[in-house]
């Protein structure tokens, strides 16, 4: 009988159990946490039953892929749920509230700067 490899949704355990082929698509009982839990291509198999460029090695690549892409997502949304929070709140006091106030004191600050060019630092206050 083949050995076949299972991966718990539940607690994210690994384990093996061997069966006889005709069982082999049927899900298992993780025996950690008794949850069902679905056939994944082991290592063993993914080098000796499949090419490297066989659909279900391009299915479970790509599965697997969007799995740890996702998990970063959910992590990142953990650590930082709003990583514009800072930045704005600094905008906020240096610039007033809003993105019109912010694009305001842009203006300003590039007329300032133009006012430096033109006249040098030695600037009195006169407009232009």
């Not at 019109?100 to 006169?126: H, P, S």
Request: contains cysteine.
């Amino acid at each position: 009988m083949p050995i076949y490899e299972y991966s718990c949704s539940k607690c994210n355990k690994v384990f093996e159990i061997m069966r006889p082929r005709s069982e082999s698509s049927l899900s298992a009982t993780c025996p950690v946490c008794s949850a069902e839990s679905t056939r994944i291509i082991s290592d063993f198999t993914h080098g000796v039953a499949f090419s490297k460029d066989a659909p279900e090695m391009r299915k479970d690549s790509a599965n697997e892929k969007m799995w740890i892409s996702e998990q970063k997502v959910a992590e990142n949304k953990i650590k930082d749920p709003d990583p514009l929070k800072k930045w704005r709140e600094e905008r906020e006091k240096s610039c007033g509230k809003g993105p019109e106030a912010w694009v305001e004191y842009a203006k300003q600050e590039e007329a300032k700067e133009q006012k430096v060019k033109d006249y040098g630092t030695g600037f009195t206050g006169r407009e232009v």
